[in-house]
């Protein structure tokens, strides 16, 4: 039996898709993405006290931690483009006066385009807006938890803590901040960004934007400098949230070849009718035969 999958349609929007382009190459590691988030969605604190391993208090996206600004120490110099940098002699590409670099970068919801928080979602509480992002609504929410197994980033968490806790027990993750699209605002935190190293947009032109910016990028010298999440054709059809690394996405925490987790749901119930259906014909078959 063939194993190929029908892809799901193309998201439609009324309006034009919007997302973010995230250029982790300007990222400074300031957190007011994080702030600004926190600030306008009302989301609770996570974590004050740094984790020990770098400048990170919160670790991981999660139910209070919509942006998250990743801190990783590499012993690896290079060379940035910064105008206090150059290729050195050797021909290896390294940082004046530096023996290691970091990698900062504002991790985010990608808001797949086969978003598989989405398709297992049983009561709809999560939909896809008219500006093609994927939001949760809080009141339909009944906090089964389906979502959270099913993204591949682990993006979306059930929010804990005491009752007193907005939305406690509900899934929660970021919503591209739907009242301020709505209100023809940019989202808070790509407002904050003091290097623009959050751009909000109009999808199609974010795209074009990062594939000019890496091309700089590498023209520069900079070889490892990749996009993340900008394919229509990868395994979540593209996402609304995409990223220029410098290294590998793995460094990142970010999974190398994500993959909807319910692309084959189809395939896998063609098979179980068809097994099904062939138990029956078994029975009945044993059946008649029986009585013969």
Known sequence: MSTTTTSPPAVKTVEPRKGFFTDTSV????KACE???KEWNAIPEDGLNLLGTSYDNT??????????????EQKRPTFLGL???????????RAEGSEFRWLMSSDVCKHCTHAACLDVCPTGALFRTEFGTVVV?????????????????????????????????LAQKCTLCYDRLGAGMTPACAQACPTESIQFGDLDELRERA???LAAMQANGDTDARLYGHDP???????????LLLDEPEVYGLPPDPVATTRDLPAMWRRAGLAAATLVAGAVASFLGGRG
């Open 233 to 243: 054709e990868d395994g979540i059809g593209g996402a609304g949230a995409m990223f």
């Open 27 to 30: 990222c400074i590691g300031c």
């Open 137 to 169: 609504q809080d009141d339909v929410c009944n906090g089964c938890g389906y979502c959270v197994a099913a993204c591949p980033f682990g993006v979306i968490e059930r929010r804990t803590g005491d009752p007193d806790t907005p939305n406690v027990g």
């Open 35 to 37: 702030v600004a988030c």
């Open 211 to 213: 594939t000019a910016r």
């Open 59 to 72: 670790g991981a996206l999660g139910a209070s931690t919509w942006r998250h600004v990743a801190f990783i």
């Open 83 to 93: 105008p206090s940098a150059r290729p050195s002699s050797d021909g290896a590409d």
